[in-house]
């Protein structure tokens, strides 16, 4: 089966704008560096922030306006412009977040904020595919960037352990992918996500159509963190550099909903009935496992992982739950998290130094004793991570039970209470050190980047204003499947 697909004229790229705009700044941005000399790498970084506000505006103006490029491979919609805000603010969050730590430890090279810009555009060619080209096309150059990213303290075994597992098993996710889109097009003769799930109803290949939907789910899977696909989790975030852990945590999370979106509703939707509950299942594994394995950590950044593991477990949560309301709560999960995930890795970068990384528990004893109001910030982190009233949250973890119990999936319901309150045990801990342990040695010096601090302050107090005005989003969410 061909299709014959022709060029379109300028005005018909106009929904592609900002992902045009994006790549060709990060082109332009990856020759430029080559003439910047290291002393000034600060104007590549200035310019990657800058580039990113720029199509930040574009997409909140909806500056291009919606439609559909390349034969319906792309497609530019409500849904698709709420998630790359929400990719495109954590990408900006994470080169904000990200200078000082690296300019101190001499890591800063002008391909980090590079690979960021086109790990972005990856992101948002993910959450507006209308084929399985475009969704496998995003899917690697956010792979590619990633793996790139996380081997970028080349002197570090750790980073380069991690690098290494996460290109293994990243490979091994993208080809049961790939498996999965394969049986799906030799059972239905097409690539388009809206014509697969239009020549679903009168195919007689439904084991087929099964099996590749059983593999889809797995790559999804992966590409979350899901237990039992989680495994690259742990040691990523371990041996990666602090910013670019925060990155990994956040806006890939929103990408990888969007894939999962694209593939399951918008591709095999007349098969729900059956992905709706390997979903269930996958979000019980996570949920038992993450929250069991997070609670024997003493490493900060590997109980977020495995913290992760257990999110992942309420967002799928949500997808299980179904139609339009578990989308939107679910959406509303993956947007929270994101936010909070940011303010706690910006935490340990911002309590970091030179020689010393805030990423063991025990480096937080007696913090209150010697900076309340970084102590403040990291409680109201912690607290929303845990789910407590009135934080973010709180809500996004409501809104995705009260989903799972209109899809009828009630033990699930039941099942996340039951671990949500194992999981404030680990996150309440590094409150208590913070709060009622001694300090342990010689006072840090005070970080000198206020931009850092006020970002970080931001970040963290919105965790609570936006608990107390959360509606505004699940509205903005709801739109979005409308």
Not at 85 to 102: F, H, N, P, R
Not at 117 to 127: P, R, S
Not at 172 to 199: E, F, K, P, R, W
């Amino acid at each position: 089966m061909t299709t014959s697909l022709a060029m379109p004229s300028a005005s018909e790229l106009l929904p592609l704008l900002p992902e045009l705009v994006l790549i060709g700044g990060a082109f332009a941005l990856l020759i430029a560096d080559l003439f910047i000399e290291a002393r000034h790498k600060v104007w590549t970084h200035f310019l990657s922030v800058l580039l990113l506000v720029v199509v930040l505006a574009m997409l909140a103006t909806g500056t291009g306006g919606q439609g559909v490029v390349f034969n319906d491979m792309f497609v530019r919609d409500t849904a698709a412009d709420v998630m790359k805000i929400a990719i495109v603010l954590m990408s900006t969050l994470t080169l904000v977040y990200g200078w000082s730590y690296l300019r101190e430890r001499n890591l800063y090279q002008g391909e980090i904020p590079v690979l960021i810009l086109f790990a972005t555009a990856g992101m948002m060619m993910l959450v507006s595919a209308g084929s399985l080209v475009i969704v496998y096309l995003g899917l690697e150059l956010l792979a590619l960037s990633s793996y790139a990213l996380v081997a970028a303290d080349r002197d570090n075994g750790k980073a380069t352990e991690a690098a290494m597992k996460y290109i293994v098993l990243g490979s091994l996710a993208s080809g049961l992918l790939l498996y999965g889109m394969s049986l799906v097009y030799g059972a239905t003769g097409s690539l388009h996500l809206d014509a697969i799930n239009a020549a679903i109803a009168g195919s007689e290949q439904r084991t087929l159509l099964l099996t590749g939907t059983v593999f889809m789910v797995a790559g999804v899977a992966f590409k979350l963190g899901a237990a039992p696909f989680h495994m690259w989790l742990p040691d990523v975030y371990q041996g990666a550099t602090a910013p670019v852990a925060l990155f990994i945590s956040s806006a890939p999370k929103l990408a990888a909903f969007g894939m999962a979106y694209r593939l399951l509703e918008t591709g095999v939707g007349p098969l729900a009935d059956e992905w709706k509950w390997l979903l269930a299942g996958l979000s019980a594994v996570s949920l038992v496992v993450g929250n069991l394995m997070a609670i024997a950590q003493s490493n900060l950044k590997r109980m977020l992982a495995y913290s992760t593991v257990s999110h992942i477990g309420f967002l799928l949560m949500g997808l299980a739950g179904g139609d339009e309301r578990g989308y939107a709560a679910a959406l509303f999960y993956a947007i929270s998290y994101a936010l909070m995930s940011t303010a706690a890795f910006g935490a340990i970068i911002a309590l970091s130094r030179q020689g010393f990384e805030a990423e063991n528990i025990d480096d937080f004893k007696g913090l209150n004793a010697r900076n309340p109001w970084m102590a403040g910030l990291v409680l109201c982190t912690m607290v929303s991570l845990a789910g407590i009233p009135v934080f973010l949250g709180f809500w996004a973890k409501l809104l995705v039970l009260g989903a799972a119990v209109q899809g009828g999936m009630l033990w699930l319901a039941l099942l996340g209470v039951i671990c949500a309150v194992v999981g404030c045990f680990y996150y309440l801990r590094v409150v208590k050190v913070m709060y009622f342990d001694e300090p342990v040695g010689a006072p840090l010096p005070a970080h000198n980047d206020r931009v850092l601090g006020v970002v970080l302050g931001v970040n963290s107090l919105g965790l609570l204003a936006l608990g107390l005005a959360w509606n505004p989003i699940m509205v903005w969410c709801q739109r979005a499947f409308m």
